[in-house]
T-cell receptor, first 112, second 111 residues
């Protein structure tokens, strides 16, 4: 079974703090993704990576950065957290040919 | 751009069949997916179908694809309270990394 894990299920941070969200997958997938999920807005892609050290912006990259130093790990960084980044963050991974995405359990982030 | 539409809510009685519908606009869609999200959890892949198929059945789940109308449906037979969740439809072109997701349908199963 594919397993995607995320470092925290719940996180509370203060405005201005630097926040790291970590995601690890154990299936040797090439591609990894970060989404945020907000009520009424569905899933929105923040960043994705198709290889180690490669990254591409998604639909809403502003205020976020990512790091992929190893194939199995993809980190999402909030350089200076703001209250409008309070959300559920979902990591996913996929691999050719179907590119079916497998998701982690999510991190619910609250920024005060 | 591509768009995937789903109704927001569906309410069914326990034991009945549920049918969740999805329409998409991308005629190049190659793969179509159904995901389930339980409260506070990530998305769990339920099933997927290739665009050259009309139907796929997996236990209580039946997926129907009408490629001409760009319509995908998920039927859950004998719906149980444990099926209460948000169901997401997604489509993807062949050769693309990134699927397009619908906004999800909340399935509410009542006794």
């Amino acid at each position: 079974d594919v397993k995607v894990t995320q470092s925290s299920r719940y996180l509370v941070k203060r405005t201005g703090e630097k926040v790291f969200l970590e995601c690890v997958q154990d299936m040797d997938h090439e591609n990894m993704f970060w989404y945020r999920q907000d009520p009424g807005l569905g899933l929105r892609l923040i960043y994705f990576s198709y290889d180690v050290k490669m990254k591409e912006k998604g639909d809403i990259p502003e205020g976020y950065s990512v790091s992929r130093e190893k194939k199995e790990r993809f980190s999402l960084i909030l350089e200076s957290a703001s209250t409008n980044q309070t959300s559920m963050y979902l990591c996913a991974s996929s691999s050719p040919p179907q590119e079916t995405q497998y998701f982690g359990p999510g991190t619910r982030l609250l920024v005060l | 751009g591509e768009d995937v539409e789903q109704s927001l809510f569906l309410s069914v009685r326990e034991g009945d069949s549920s049918v969740i519908n999805c329409t998409y606009t991308d005629s190049s869609s190659t793969y179509l997916y159904w995901y389930k999200q339980e409260p506070g959890a990530g998305l769990q892949l339920l099933t997927y179908i290739f665009s050259n198929m009309d139907m796929k059945q997996d236990q209580r789940l039946t997926v129907l694809l009408n490629k001409k109308d760009k319509h995908l449906s998920l039927r859950i037979a004998d719906t149980q309270t444990g099926d209460s969740a948000i169901y997401f439809c997604a489509e993807k072109e062949g050769g693309s990394y990134i699927p397009t997701f619908g906004r999800g349908t909340s399935l509410i199963v009542h006794p």
